[in-house]
């Protein structure tokens, strides 16, 4: 996979996620202490989050989407929105102006979390990843989550849980 000139190195991918994780040590150590919005973390964050996208050939949204906005399965304009389970601090991403993939980042994740997540995944028929990728919330403390509709992958996806049926997918 080629890379943009603007394309930011593993290593400033690293950096970023260190700057998260200070912000986050130096909120802890100080009592009342209020981030703005604008603070290098929350800048952070953000740019981590486009960086992921980019290198999936997605373009970052705020807000994340259902399974049904995902696979297209929106009946009518008061629908059940059916999240993926441990559903926190979640984003969306979309390919060419479709629904790509919704990202969770919950804490916490163990290997049974993992078993219920790929059950949710198959019954929607989305793909389940665990990218190679820190999370951008709280790096080290929440785990990358990503479900993503099987027609929107890229061949490239790395990572050791990432299914071989993901890797091996075209774009």
Known sequence: ?????????????ERLARVILDEW??????????????????????????????????????H????????????????????PPRHDH???????????????QPYNVTDEHRAEMQRWADEHGLVLMFP???SWWLPTHTTL??????????AGITGPDVPQQAAAVGG
Not at 45 to 51: F, N, S, T, V, W
Not at 90 to 101: D, E, F, N, P, V
Not at 145 to 154: G, K, S, T, W
């Open 90 to 104: 979640g984003c969306g991403y979309l390919q060419r102006r479709a629904r790509a993939a919704t990202v969770i």
């Open 64 to 83: 994340d989407f259902s399974a049904e906005e995902l696979t297209g399965r929106r009946q009518r304009y008061f629908y059940r929105r059916t999240m």
């Open 132 to 134: 190679d990728f820190p």
């Open 25 to 62: 040590e130096a909120a802890r150590a100080t009592p009342n202490l209020r981030l703005i919005s604008l603070s290098p973390g929350t800048l952070a964050k953000r740019q981590l989050a486009h960086e992921f996208g980019r290198r999936h050939g997605w373009t970052w949204q705020h």
């Open 1 to 13: 996979m080629t890379t943009a000139p603007d394309a930011l190195s593993d290593a400033e991918v």
């Open 145 to 154: 989550c990503v479900f993503a509709r099987p027609d929107r992958l890229l």
